[in-house]
């Protein structure tokens, strides 16, 4: 059953305000009085039971995985510790000081309750309002991407025959599309189609510079170049090289004579293609050569 938490000041707080504690300028006060996410308990109420225990009301939830990455925390372990140390989160998330704080797993379960299809609604709601307050313009957009390393001991990397290969990741339900437009640029270079991960078989074996190859995953993002909002993003296994996915992320955030900006990475494949579909294409000048 879903919950919704009212926040409201403790009877016996010994004189100690949150609201009055956290100072004016802190980036969470103005986070909240400009957002309202209460939203999300509409958009997930029917993923919910209506009888059971309540959870912990998703727009605490929501804001808790706001937190770990606006301030880069580490884990949803440390974030779960570190609740209870910082006033302002206390008071973002609408707790006392003696509130009981959930445990870490409530954010995993959330998201796999949740799944894919919330969360890109987060994500588009989010990025409308952007538009709305004119943050977004669209008339230049800078797209790149990054190789981020899979949650994959390299241990778990075999050999073996394509044939087994591509079994295994059927059992893992891996083979999806976009395992076969894959074009993996010289810096980010396929080991080759004989290894894989057994606990991870959606990543590739690929390298990343001088670094030596594992599990990895690329992940590509568009962003706005007037205020520098992500206006889109994809994650792909990491043989998909960043020119594959560019075009496909403009489209989804430019304006229909705006600019795309590609990295050296991106700026060949973005010049050829955007001038056939009458876009125009420049590259970084601050990207390495």
Known sequence: MVGSQQPQKELFSYQIDLDRRVRSDNSLRRIREAIDFSFVRAEVATLYGANGNESVDPAVILKM???LFFDNVASERELMRLIPERLDYLWFLGYGLEASIP??????????????????????????QCVAAGLVDGGKIHVDSSLNDANASCDSVVKARPEWIAALKAAYHATESKLDDASTPAAYEAVNDRVVSTTDPDATIVRKGPQPPRPRYHHHRAVDDAHGVVTAVDTTTGSIAENKRLLALGRATRSPHGAERADRGGRPQVRHGGELRGLSATRDPYAPR
């Open 65 to 67: 995985m706001f937190l």
């Open 103 to 128: 445990d870490h797993s409530v954010l995993s379960k959330a998201r796999a309750r949740w799944e894919r299809e919330a969360f890109e609604k987060f994500f588009v709601r989010t990025v409308g």
